[in-house]
């Protein structure tokens, strides 16, 4: 095993083409070409309906994802003992970005306090998917917006959208996305699609 495998606690199987984390969960390994022709073929059958395909699938990801976490935790800490709404939100969105990045989706953090309450923004360096798709006239980040909306509304107990305001594909030294309730969220949007810089839109947001 390499030692960055071993450092990560993932053990490779070999025979069905997967890592397991330490805890069982099955990892998939697929190369950067296995994200580009997911997203051209989507592309072509789905046209733009397939950016909704993506956030969807990432949607549920980041719930499946923050879902095992806590089962972990609760392994770890105590079932009867470990509440994830009564833990700190440090160490819970720590925890999740460890995982994420384990599974391949680069470093990311969550600032929970930049703007209002209910609002996060997540910062991503090095995704995997801007890594495969390269240079793009937009955000197209959607299955990890789509996993931040899911992490986010599994831990704020509430329904959250996404929006990638920079990514890496259209220059930006890292994709910021704005994860916050639906009006927020399409607003943001809406900005953006006029050109509105990211931070002309976070000032608007405060
Ligand atoms: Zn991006």
Known sequence: MSTSLRQAQLLPE??????????GA??????????????????ERFA?????????????????????????????????????????AKFILGTGRESLQ??????????????TRGVTLVTLENSPIAAALGRAEHPICHFLAGLFAG????????????TELECRSCGAGACRFLIAAGGEVDAAEGWRQQGVPAAEILRRLR
């Open 14 to 23: 070999p025979a069905e083409g997967s890592l397991r984390r330490a805890g």
């Open 26 to 43: 099955r990892l998939a390994v697929v190369p950067a070409d296995f994200l580009l022709s997911l997203h051209l073929h989507l592309f």
């Open 48 to 88: 733009d309906n397939s950016q909704d395909l993506l956030y969807r699938a990432g949607f549920d990801q980041g719930l499946q994802d923050m879902t095992r976490l806590v089962g972990e935790l609760g392994e770890k800490f105590g079932r009867g003992t470990f509440d994830l709404w009564q833990a700190d």
């Open 102 to 115: 384990q599974a391949g989706w680069g470093r990311c953090e969550f600032d929970c306090g930049a703007l």
């Open 151 to 162: 992490v986010m509304s599994f831990y704020e107990r509430a329904e959250r959208h996404a």
